[in-house]
């Protein structure tokens, strides 16, 4: 298997700019995770899906971040406007059992 | 709430001695409890986990922590160090609802020759 896919892996922005992030879970996974990486807030769990429905959004900053599962083997990560606080390392990470996470490459973002 | 503590942000061993690297929990009921490691510039990857089984769990590259409910301590361990283990290692705990995972701050541990 390829593991998760994240797209793109490095995304250099300027503020105001919408941004897109993609990411292709693990065939067979039901649950999808989105993740935020800063050095002041470390790892910070935005949302989650249990098939293919958002079951928990209490992490997503404010309403500039949305994200959606179109279908299994498809997610989007979308910042709109950007702003310069956005930057960070986004991870996306799938769960066949809820439990054990795999995580993908990551996409570092840069908004200036 | 479920949360972790490391207990130092920094390790350093030196290649081929014994490193350990500490961590805290609290959770309200029977926790599941993962380490993973970071590697500069890359995801996470799962060292081991415990669900309520073994107390002493094994892990890949030779890691291993130890699950003690009256210390609420989930410690990693290893014998001996390689360079190749330099990197980020966060103590996670399963959150309210199993799905949601808390990580502690991390442990940069660095190995030196």
């Known amino acids: 298997d390829a593991g998760v896919i994240q797209s793109p892996r490095h995304e250099v922005t300027e503020m105001g700019q919408e941004v897109t992030l993609r990411c292709k879970p693990i065939?067979?996974?039901?649950?999808l995770f989105w993740y935020r990486q800063t050095m002041m807030r470390g790892l910070e769990l935005l949302i989650y899906?249990?098939?293919?429905?958002?079951?928990?959004d209490s992490g997503m900053p404010e309403d500039r971040f949305s994200a959606k599962m179109p279908n299994a083997s498809f997610s989007t990560l979308k910042i709109q406007p950007s702003e310069p606080r956005d930057s960070a390392v986004y991870f996306c990470?799938?769960?066949?059992?809820?439990?054990?996470?795999?995580f993908g490459p990551g996409t570092r973002l840069t908004v200036t | 709430a479920q949360s972790v503590t490391q207990l130092d942000s920094h390790v350093s061993v030196s290649e081929g001695t014994p490193v350990l690297l500490r961590c805290n929990y609290s959770?309200?009921?029977?926790?599941?409890l993962f380490w993973y490691v970071q590697h500069p510039n890359k995801g996470l990857q799962l060292l081991l986990k415990?669900?309520?089984?073994?107390?002493l769990v094994k892990g890949i590259n030779g890691f291993e922590a130890e699950f003690k409910k009256s210390e609420t301590s989930f410690h990693l361990t290893k014998p001996s160090a390689h360079m190749s283990d330099a990197a980020e290692y966060f103590c996670?705990?399963?959150?309210?609802?199993?799905?949601?995972?808390?990580f502690g701050t991390g442990t940069r541990l660095l190995v030196s020759p």
């Open positions: 899906f249990n098939n293919n429905v958002p079951i928990d």
């Open positions: 959770s309200s009921y029977s926790p599941s």
């Open positions: 415990y669900t309520s089984a073994a107390t």
């Open positions: 996670v705990v399963s959150g309210t609802g199993f799905q949601k995972l808390v």
């Open positions: 065939s067979g996974h039901d649950y």
């Open positions: 990470a799938s769960s066949a059992d809820s439990r054990e996470q795999y």
